[in-house]
């Protein structure tokens, strides 16, 4: 039985109005990582910290699965084998394309984790440190999303899927944030097909045995329909 394993980035949800952190004006550009995105950052700050994840909660809420997205919902329907898509997004537009077989090794937007016990429901629209969790009624909420000095989600089932892989394909990822930057030599190494689909030139670009160059929303649905012709 053959395999597609996909792995995306923010590039793939680019075009729903969702913006990527490297690119110009991205958010890496608007906030700083460590005050953000690691858990001393959290530590120090909650409240920025829930802020932030609250306002791109409230964009995410509102966005619209693109081309790119619904492509591979068709892919996951209509092919013959098994596809897979491993996304570091924490977006749900994959889901909201029909996509069922989505691991998000970086967590989702719409969930909450409690600290204290370990619990996770869906996330609030809004939520604060203190919003109480609902099994342990703790005060120690915080979003749940992974991050840099975390270790990421599914790593031992996307290890499989990546040895099991017949076709390996990179959406929308600057290739620079590892461990999912080094998933197109593991697939490699296993004897997987590699293709990159990204507007431009990736970190990992020289990796891939083809690449498409363009926008995802043209080039996500022209691989799509090479796979399904
Ligand atoms: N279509 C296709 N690719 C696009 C588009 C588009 N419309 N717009 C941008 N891109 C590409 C950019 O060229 C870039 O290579 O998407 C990539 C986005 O790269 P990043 O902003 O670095 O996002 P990503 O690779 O997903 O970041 C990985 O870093 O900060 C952490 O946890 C965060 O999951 C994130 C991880």
Redesign the pocket.
Request: glycine share 14%; aromatic share 6%.
């Given at each position: 039985m053959s395999k597609i394993v996909i792995l995306t980035?923010?590039?793939?949800s680019?075009?729903s109005g969702l913006g990527?952190?490297?690119?110009e004006g991205?958010l890496?550009a608007q906030h700083r990582?460590e005050d953000v995105?690691t858990p001393e950052g959290f530590a120090r700050d909650p409240d920025l910290v829930h802020d932030f994840y609250n306002a791109r909660r409230q964009q995410a809420a509102t966005a619209q699965p693109n081309a790119a997205h619904i492509a591979l919902a068709r892919l996951e329907r209509d092919y013959a084998g098994d596809v897979v898509i491993v996304t570091?997004?924490v977006d749900s537009l994959h889901e909201a394309a029909g996509s069922t077989a989505v691991l998000h090794m970086?967590g989702r937007l719409n969930s909450a984790l409690c600290y204290g016990c370990g619990h996770r429901w869906d996330a609030p629209p809004e939520m604060g440190l203190g919003t109480p969790c609902p099994a342990c009624g703790a005060a120690k909420t915080r979003p749940d999303v992974?991050w840099f000095g975390e270790i990421p989600y599914f790593m031992e089932e996307i290890a499989h899927h990546l040895a099991a892989a017949t076709v390996f394909a990179s959406?929308?990822?600057?290739?620079?944030?590892y461990p999912?930057a080094n998933f197109v030599q593991e697939a490699r190494a296993f004897g997987a097909a590699t293709v990159e689909?990204?507007?431009?030139p990736?970190e990992i670009s020289r990796a891939f045995d083809t690449r498409r160059f363009g926008?995802?929303?043209e080039v996500v649905p022209d691989w799509v329909h090479s796979l399904l012709a």
């Open positions: 980035g923010a590039g793939i680019a075009e990527t952190f490297r690119d991205g890496w990582i995105a570091q997004n970086h992974v959406i929308g990822t600057s290739g620079q944030v999912a689909l990204n507007l431009e990736s926008p995802a929303t």
